[in-house]
């Protein structure tokens, strides 16, 4: 059986992002300590971020689509605050819960949210019902954070 390329590498880039968002935390822990607050630190780490993707959309040549965002809703726009929101409570809470037991708690949250987004099929997701077996996995995950806390 052929292995899909795409599937493969988008395995690949989330195990890749995810190892990233656990340097995250730490990383943004001593930044804050250094600039005086998480907020400050989530300020410099969007800024850092900002440039870094205006150097790669530069050099793949991307320009946005202005008549297609402008078409689009509002909530659409709102993604960077969930970034900042986490960016900013990953450098306060991560020093004082340890990275492994923010991220648990953290992911447990995602999975929550998930779940709810696909049985919702919200902002055109493919519909997925919730099912026992899925509750269970995020269970797995919450109980997983706690027994890392142990």
Do not use: C, H, K
Not at 92 to 97: E, G, K, N, S, V
């Amino acid at each position: 059986m052929a292995l899909n390329p795409a599937l493969l590498f988008s395995l690949a880039a989330a195990f890749a992002g995810g190892s990233l968002i656990a340097l995250q935390a730490p990383t943004n822990a001593l930044l804050a300590r250094g600039v005086g607050s998480a907020v400050n630190a989530a300020f410099v780490s969007f800024v850092v971020g900002t440039v870094a993707l205006l150097a790669v959309a530069a050099a793949l040549g991307a320009r946005p689509a202005a008549g297609e965002a402008g078409a689009l809703p509002w909530y659409a726009w709102v993604g960077g605050f969930y970034g900042a929101f986490f960016v900013a409570v990953a450098a306060f809470a991560a020093p004082r819960l340890g990275v492994t037991y923010f991220l648990m708690v953290a992911i447990a949250g995602q999975l929550a949210m998930a779940l709810l987004l696909d049985r919702l099929g919200a902002f055109g997701l493919t519909r997925v019902e919730i099912s026992p077996t899925r509750i269970a996995g995020v269970l797995l995950v919450l109980a997983g954070a706690f027994l890392v806390r142990r």
